[in-house]
Structure formats: C-alpha cells, structure tokens
Antibody, heavy 118, light 112 residues
Framework: QVQLVESGGGVVQPGRSLRLSCAAS????????MHWVRQAPGKGLEWVAI????????YYADSVKGRFTISRDNSKNTLYLQMISLRVEDTAVFYC???????????WGQGTLVTVSS | DVVMTQSPLSLPVTLGQPASISCRSS???????????LSWFQQRPGQSPRRLIY???NRDSGVPDRFSGSGSGTDFTLKISRVEAEDVGVYYC?????????FGGGTKVEIK
C-alpha cells in the first residue's frame, strides 16, 4: 500500500534553515507529481509547493516563494523541502502528499512538526 | 487565488441522522477538459487528512457509501446519509482546477 513518511521536523530559531524529507513506497514514485501541504496548530490546510514527476517544474505558494525549495530524488523515492529564513508563522505540521489530477492529491503522510521559535 | 467558503463552521449531529456540508468557490471550478476538480477531505482528531471524494462525486476506494458529493460550477455539497461515531472530525473541500489549490476553512462534525 502507499506509504509516505515525513521526517526532519523540529524546533528551530527564526531565520534558520531546515530540510524535510518524505520517503515514499508502495507506488511508482517517479510517475507522480508530489506536494507539500502544511497545517498551523489548530488551523486549516495550506498548500505549499508542488514538483512535477520528473522534477522539471516546481510551483510555490506566495507565502513561501523564495524561501522554500521543493526537490526530489527519484532514485531514492524521496521528496524534500528545503526551508530557509524560517519565520514564526511557518510553525506547522508539514505533510507530503501524492499528486492526483491537475493540482490535487490523494494520499498523505502522517506529517512532521516544524516549530519556529526563539 | 480561488476562495473556498464552507458552511457551517460547526455541525453537531445525532448518531444515525444525516449531515450536509456546503462549499462555495469564488469562481467556476470547471476545467478546460470539462472536469470539475473539487475534492473533499476528512481529518479525524490527531490524524492526517484523508481524501473521501474527488471530481465532485467520485468516492475514493474504501470510503463508505454513506458519503456522497454533489454540485457543479461554484456550489458543492458533501452529504453523510447516516452519521456514525467514526465520522467525527473536520471536513475540508479543496479545489485543484486553478493554481494554487485552495482549501475551505473546514467544518467540524461532532456528535450531539
């Protein structure tokens, strides 16, 4: 079955960097676009970024553009999110999700918590 | 960005009774291929979201048939025919017709 396992979350000071990973299994990773979606504590869902199946194209939410970079390694079935210049308002659970349809997604990981605090 | 507006914010329901959640988009969700990319997600307490419905009315594998989706254009509805205890959680609509994909604010379903 499809499994997406995020890692790399933790507590980081404002202005610092963090890299999240998402290990995929149970499907042909290289055939699917992949997303990051986040959820601030007690809040709703916010799409963050998408990368095409072949890594040629990436798109970002305005709130993270220029600070976050999505990438993937199809040989390792792994998705990444490099985050720099982190802000307090980036505090959230970050989920990776498998792409489906146009800009949508079907399967989600369990999430990894990023806390930005001094 | 397309704004998705859900109502109600909170929905107390008696076990075995029906429930209905509304979702409205700020512009039409009909894509150039003729499909309408509107999905519904369920997030149970302490869990990650799970997709229930895609393209307005298609149930994902394993989703009970008491869940149904309907609508067109800018107005959509998720219905639960008979609410069970395991249905407690927050429900989100999401459009992925337009970039970026956007979510409704969520509807919390709880048992009376």
């Amino acid at each position: 079955q499809v499994q997406l396992v995020e890692s790399g979350g933790g507590v980081v000071q404002p202005g610092r960097s963090l890299r999240l990973s998402c290990a995929a299994s149970g499907f042909i990773f290289s055939s699917h676009a992949m997303h990051w979606v986040r959820q601030a504590p007690g809040k709703g869902l916010e799409w963050v970024a998408i990368i095409s199946h072949d890594a040629f194209n990436q798109y970002y939410a305005d709130s993270v553009k220029g600070r976050f970079t999505i990438s993937r390694d199809n040989s390792k079935n792994t998705l990444y999110l490099q985050m720099i210049s982190l802000r307090v308002e980036d505090t959230a659970v970050f989920y990776c999700a498998r792409g489906s349809g146009t800009w949508g997604f079907d399967q989600w990981g369990q999430g990894t918590l990023v806390t930005v605090s001094s | 960005d397309v704004v998705m507006t859900q109502s109600p914010l909170s929905l107390p329901v008696t076990l075995g009774q029906p429930a209905s959640i509304s979702c409205r988009s700020s512009q039409s969700l009909v894509y150039t291929d003729g499909n309408t990319y509107l999905s519904w997600f369920q997030q149970r307490p302490g869990q990650s979201p799970r997709r229930l419905i895609y393209k307005v009315s298609n149930r994902d594998s394993g989703v009970p048939d008491r869940f149904s989706g309907s609508g067109s254009g800018t107005d959509f509805t998720l219905k639960i025919s008979r609410v069970e205890a395991e249905d407690v959680g927050v429900y989100y609509c999401m459009q992925d017709t337009h970039r970026p994909p956007t979510f409704g604010g969520g509807t919390k379903v709880e048992i009376k």
